[in-house]
C-alpha cells in the first residue's frame, strides 16, 4: 500500500498515516500474512503437494489480492 485509502497521503513503513493518522497495523499484518502463505504455497508446489499449494495460495488471495497470488492460483488449476 503506497497511498492512504483515506486521505490519499503517502504512506511509509510506520503503522499509521503521517497525514490523518489512519491505522494501518491490522492491514499490514495482514498483507505480512498473505506473504507468507503464498511463500508456503510455493514450497508446497516445489514438493509436488498441488493440494496443499492450493489451498495456502488461495488463503494468501483471500488476505490480499496480488497478481502472483493469482498467477500461482491460475497455474495450479490449469491442467
Not at 508446489?45 to 490480499?64: C, I, P, T, V
Amino acid at each position: 500500500m503506497e497511498r492512504c485509502p483515506a486521505c490519499r497521503g503517502r504512506l511509509a513503513q510506520e503503522p499509521a498515516c503521517p497525514r490523518c493518522g489512519c491505522d494501518f497495523t491490522l492491514v499490514r499484518r495482514a498483507q505480512a500474512q498473505a506473504r507468507q502463505l503464498l511463500v508456503r504455497a510455493l514450497r508446497a508446489w516445489a514438493d509436488g503437494d498441488l493440494g496443499k499449494a492450493a489451498a495456502l495460495a488461495q488463503a494468501a488471495a483471500s488476505l490480499e489480492r496480488t497478481r502472483l497470488a493469482a498467477s500461482v492460483l491460475r497455474a495450479l488449476r490449469s491442467p
